[in-house]
């Protein structure tokens, strides 16, 4: 399942993909996490099965990327066939700092801290 | 996490608790071999992964005969780990290459860090010099860690000079293998966000 697409052809990822290089959800981050809301079905792409049954609980679209063996490109275009089809939803990071607010929340720091400190 | 399995074996899909709704990020960037993939497995939960980030960018304004746009992809791998924080929050650290030519990838990866840690080893303390200036012009926190190899006996001190850095950019020495020592690493990051945040109340 986690054959490395670094042994896949260009064209190999282009059938994925059915051809299309962009077309993805933009708001899709790295870290946005993943969860299915539905169990794959047997007429469904291989790709789309396998995102459905690594987001039983959530996950990173990056984390998501790296179980399936393709590059983040590919799983965001894939991500979002599921999204538009309501067979997964997508939990976007909240608080993130931004140019005009670089600085996370103190709250959010706090707690980056104790759980740092408890590792 | 101290099994060393010589075979790439699939690794097992570790969900996070379904209340977890909230990721933040961590950037690691440095030189090739400095030793963010051992920084970011000193502490992660899963055994770090790897994936890769690909862009296709316009050519750099030449256009060729027949008009067609010269468009070049560059793909780079990056690895992860993560932190389970609590019942919603879940922290991810991505480990990249910080040279120059990967940086346009690397923004958009980024995006949304609560900070950055510079690895740096004083055998390539020139691979640091473009991530650093990258990080002051966006602002975004960033401590320097020297990982030490023990190949010197380099101050720390000559360590800031040689890389021009900023006096109130913190500067500390750390072994990337020791989970302790990598765990203080990022709660010097944090501490100095949280820093720059009480300043910025001011």
């Known amino acids: 399942m986690t054959r490395s697409h670094r042994h896949e052809t260009p064209d190999r990822l282009y059938v994925i993909t059915s051809g299309r290089s ?98 | 996490m101290h099994s060393t399995t010589s075979e790439p074996t699939a690794d097992p899909v570790r969900s996070l608790p379904s209340t977890v709704d909230q990721a933040l990020k961590i950037a690691v960037v440095g030189g090739f071999g400095v030793g963010k993939t051992t920084l970011v497995r000193s502490v992660s939960e899963i055994r770090p992964l790897n994936t890769e980030e690909t862009m296709t960018r316009a050519g750099d304004g030449i256009d060729d005969l027949n008009g067609v746009e010269d468009k070049h992809t560059t793909t780079v791998a990056f690895d992860f780990g993560r932190i389970t924080l609590d019942a919603t929050s879940v922290l991810y650290l991505f480990g990249a290459p910080g040279q120059q030519r990967f940086w346009f990838l690397w923004d958009r990866l980024f995006s949304g860090a609560l900070g950055a840690v510079v690895l740096v080893d004083t055998r390539r303390l020139g691979d640091s010099f473009y991530a650093i200036d990258h990080l002051e012009a966006q602002r975004t926190p960033f401590v320097v860690a020297h990982n030490d190899f023990g190949e010197g006996d380099h101050g720390l001190e000559d360590i800031r000079a040689a890389l021009d850095l900023d006096p109130a950019v913190p500067l500390l020495r750390c072994d990337a293998r020791d989970r302790t020592s990598a765990k203080g690493v990022l709660i010097a990051l944090i501490e100095h966000v949280r820093s720059l945040v009480a300043e910025a109340a001011r």
């Open chain 1, 22 to 119: 962009d077309g993805a959800d933009e708001s899709l981050d790295a870290v946005t996490l993943i969860v299915a809301e539905s169990e794959p079905t047997p007429d469904m792409q291989s790709e789309h099965a396998a995102i459905l049954r690594t987001c039983r609980g959530p996950m990173a679209v990056v984390e998501v990327s790296a179980h399936l063996g393709l590059p983040l490109t590919v799983t965001r275009i894939l991500l979002t066939d599921l999204l538009d089809t309501g067979r997964i939803t997508a939990r976007h990071p909240r608080t993130a700092p931004s140019p005009a607010h670089p600085l996370a929340s103190p709250d959010v720091l706090e707690k980056v801290l104790v759980a740092l400190h408890n590792l």
